[in-house]
DNA sequence: TCTGACGTGTACGAACCAGTACGTTCTCAG
DNA sequence: CTGAGAACGTACTGGTTCGTACACGTCAGA
């Protein structure tokens, strides 16, 4: 979730780390700051950008709508806030699989797989990616901060093409975006037409016997994809 | 787009069809809704069902906001009517490709490649979709005259399946439904996810050359899927 | 030509909601 | 221990926006 820990705000150099078992006492700009952030993450991935209200955000909050508009400046200033959590997240993942260190099959049915399991646990980051888009990618847009190392994920995928490439096991004509793309559309359709393909077609998403269903078949989609001939 | 003329609502038998060279005059209940319905479908495919404003979509129709309370008694009645307009347009397409007639394989890579057409020459049709997702379903759920007839999808798409399996080109055991949740996946992403994706990975969906490469790509993936072996 | 229902326009109300004015308390450097 | 700025709370405002009251036009049949 987020972090609770002292941001990298101003700080006297003395107390870095001296009060450290103090109660989150009376003052805490820092826990303040981060406390909204995560209840604002949750309403606006529940209602929307314009659905959110600022009163409601506030009093679920731990202090007051005030302290929202002395942070953030504005409803949109909190939401880009949000979003740029978001994706600080999600970027955090995948570094921590250790794939470089698999068989490039191995390393990428691992890749599409827990994909598949990460997208499916964490519904509410995603649904704040559809409502970005809904929004024209406005904000994705004007933050630098979201733009900049998100390469990461092309590079991991990269690295594996190449090693596959390379041993024979995967077709070398492979474009390492054009198949995020394909991963991420794959993982992603469960979390962001949940609602409308589950009624329309009787599928239960939320049915673990479904999950391992889909991410088996969408590890076979890409490893038959890649694979030569 | 929406139809214009004149619906199956209560008429006098005698005037049926004919008065049909009458400039579309005073009173014209139907022409007046149809109006209402296409306006509406723009504004909340532009905006969501929250940041469409009803004084706006009044505005540029060519009636008054008293016509849509009149018509549709609420907004959430007007975008429910927008709705199940959109998902007849959507169901209506498949059925005309004849794709019975064609050989199993060819009728399948035919069905992705102009599903993928369709679908980014119609990108406000499937905002909706996204929208409605936001949304929760709630109102493809409440209503049931987009959960009939939604079985056509599958429909087509297993007796494809079915055929090339006799024929020995396709695999016995892959599910229609999952199949078709693949389909639209693949296709849905390059409108849902355009501009977040598009921003950060330098994608630009809009170029020709682009969605060519896309269709190709999701025509093999699918292709490589379904082939026996 | 009269009548009742249907269709239409205008002007307004009431709630809602983002944002702010203003005042208070805390914290830490000097 | 003191002053100045940072952190915080309360109460309000002004604009926006859904929805409606009310009045009038129009049409088909009696």
Redesign the pocket.
């Given at each position: 979730m987020v972090s609770t820990k002292a941001g990298t705000r101003r700080r006297?150099p003395k107390?870095a780390g001296a009060n450290a078992s103090q109660r989150a006492?009376?003052?805490?700009?820092d826990a303040?700051r981060a406390n909204i952030i995560e209840v604002a993450t949750r309403e606006f991935a529940e209602n929307g950008l314009d659905g959110?209200?600022?009163?409601e955000i506030a009093e679920k909050t731990r202090?007051?709508?005030?302290?929202i508009?002395?942070y953030f400046e504005?409803?949109?200033g909190l939401y880009k806030a949000v979003l740029e959590n978001v994706y600080r997240e999600i970027r955090t993942r995948e570094a921590d699989l250790g794939l470089e260190r698999l068989p490039p099959e191995r390393a990428l049915r691992k890749l599409v797989e827990s994909t598949v399991e990460y997208d499916d646990s964490r519904p509410h980051l995603f649904r704040l990616v559809a409502i970005e888009n809904i929004n024209y990618g406005r904000h994705v847009q004007g933050s630098s901060s979201i733009q900049t190392n998100n390469a990461s994920a092309t590079e991991i995928l990269s690295d594996i093409l190449r090693r596959g490439a390379e041993a024979g096991v995967f077709r070398k004509d492979i474009n390492p975006t054009d198949l995020h793309m394909v991963i991420s559309a794959l993982s992603l359709f469960r979390v962001s037409n949940r609602y409308t393909f589950g009624t329309i077609f009787g599928t239960d998403f939320s049915d673990p016997a479904v999950r391992r269903r889909h991410r088996k078949m969408i590890g076979d989609i890409v490893m038959r994809y890649v694979a030569p001939q």
């Open positions: 006297s107390d006492t009376r003052r805490d700009p303040t959110a209200r600022v009163d202090t007051s709508k005030r302290m508009y002395y504005s409803k949109e």
